[in-house]
């Protein structure tokens, strides 16, 4: 079979994350009898320069065409210039649930082994959404004069929307991979002690899904946000998919990288009713654009992601195979996963995604 795919490279270290990436998932697809026929677009600060915007729409109508894409890193500029690529992306194709699965390879340097956690993030709402007013502004001004007392006159202000509706489907989608991949227990994450009518709304709905699943004899169960740090630090065992709303779940996704090794090996799926969209859980890393050396695994094991969503099951196993095969071995690795980051042994982008191709 071949498969449109929209390809989408990204700034920074993206461009070389992806020609890594593109040419391991042509190598796993292959196994099977299958292939890509990539449609490759510009998005990021480098298309900003001449486009004269970060997200042309030539890149959301190819999306909207193909229905899936893979995407390199995309670099947003703190407290300035545009607003997230990243999330406009995310909201313009409604992707609504981040599927962040953290899973233990062995030959990965962690703190930790046998971690297997999905982080299910909600991706469209909360203080993520962008619905936020400056200082000073009149509508500012309105929501000071509303709150009556409650805040002070020279204050920023984000609104925090959560929704029946999008908290509903991002819990039916926690619950609906629990089914899919065999999961034993769903735990919604939240501060409702604190946020009782935003945070409180996430776990009655949570509830109501939960009963509806209840003849799949799927757990569920509730934990606020900052103990759930604390678990997941001390017995990250007890714990299987979490689902939360945007700002939680970004930050928790960092901390459940951290446990299996790092940004360099957590990916991540974004999917909607319509298309998905599929990007490593790091960054651009700017710093080390063009030196061929940063970790292609984490966009690799998102290639994988894209590999299960398109039902090619078959070459997605060969190439988890694939992937921990050369991460056990630990001989062509990035320096990240070498046990001295200056070691010279260790290999470039390019190269560790050669030494995953030579094993499939
Ligand atoms: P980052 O994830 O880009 O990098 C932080 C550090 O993590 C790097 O300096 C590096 O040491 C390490 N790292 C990240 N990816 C790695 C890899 N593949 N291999 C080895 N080491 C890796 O985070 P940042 O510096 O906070 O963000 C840089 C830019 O990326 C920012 O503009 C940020 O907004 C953006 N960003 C984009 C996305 C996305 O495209 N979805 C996600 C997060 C951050």
């Not at 959301?60 to 997230?84: D, H, Q």
């Not at 981040?98 to 233990?104: F, L, N, Q």
């Not at 969209?277 to 984490?298: C, D, I, M, R, W």
């Not at 299960?308 to 095969?325: F, Q, R």
Request: proline letters at 4%; charged letters at 25%.
């Amino acid at each position: 079979m071949e498969y449109n795919v929209t390809l989408i490279r990204g700034d920074g270290t993206g461009p070389e994350l992806v020609e890594a990436t593109r040419r391991v998932l042509e190598a796993a697809a292959a196994t099977n009898g299958s292939s890509f026929k990539w449609d490759v677009v510009e998005a990021g600060v480098d298309i900003m320069e001449t486009a004269g915007t970060p997200l042309p729409e030539n890149v959301l109508e190819s999306v909207r065409k193909n229905k899936v894409a893979l995407k390199g890193p995309i670099t947003t500029p703190i407290g300035t210039g545009f607003r997230s690529v990243n999330v406009a992306l995310r909201k313009e194709l409604d992707l609504y649930a981040c599927i962040r699965p953290c899973k233990s390879y062995v030959g990965v340097r962690s703190k930790y082994e046998k971690i297997d956690l999905v982080i299910v993030r909600e991706n469209t709402e909360d203080l993520y959404a962008g619905v936020e007013y400056d200082l000073g502004t009149p509508e500012a001004k309105q929501i000071i004069a509303m709150a009556g007392g409650k805040i002070r006159d020279d204050a920023a202000i984000s609104i925090k929307p959560i929704s029946v509706t999008g908290t509903r489907r991002i819990v039916k989608a926690a619950f609906d991979y629990a089914v899919e991949n065999g999961r034993k227990k769903v735990t919604a994450v939240c501060k409702a002690n604190i946020m009782k009518y935003t945070d409180g709304l996430f776990y009655r709905v949570a509830r109501e899904v939960a009963e509806e699943y209840k003849s799949h004899g799927i757990e569920y169960d509730e934990w606020l946000v900052d103990a759930m740090c604390m678990q997941l630090v001390q017995k990250p065992e007890n714990y299987d998919i979490l689902v939360m709303p945007n700002l939680y779940g970004d930050i928790l996704s960092d901390l459940c990288a951290g446990l299996v090794g790092g940004l360099g090996v957590a990916p991540g799926a974004n999917i909607g009713d319509d298309c998905a969209l599929f990007e490593a859980t790091h960054g651009s890393a700017p710093k080390y654009k063009g030196q061929n050396k940063v970790n292609p695994t984490a966009l690799i094991l998102s290639g994988l992601l894209m590999l299960k969503y398109l039902k090619e099951d078959s070459a997605a196993a060969k190439l988890e195979k694939a992937v921990s095969d050369v991460i056990a071995e630990g001989k062509s690795v990035t320096y990240d996963m070498k046990p001295d980051r200056n070691d010279p042994t260790a290999v470039g982008t390019a190269e560790m995604a050669d030494a995953i191709i030579a094993k499939l």
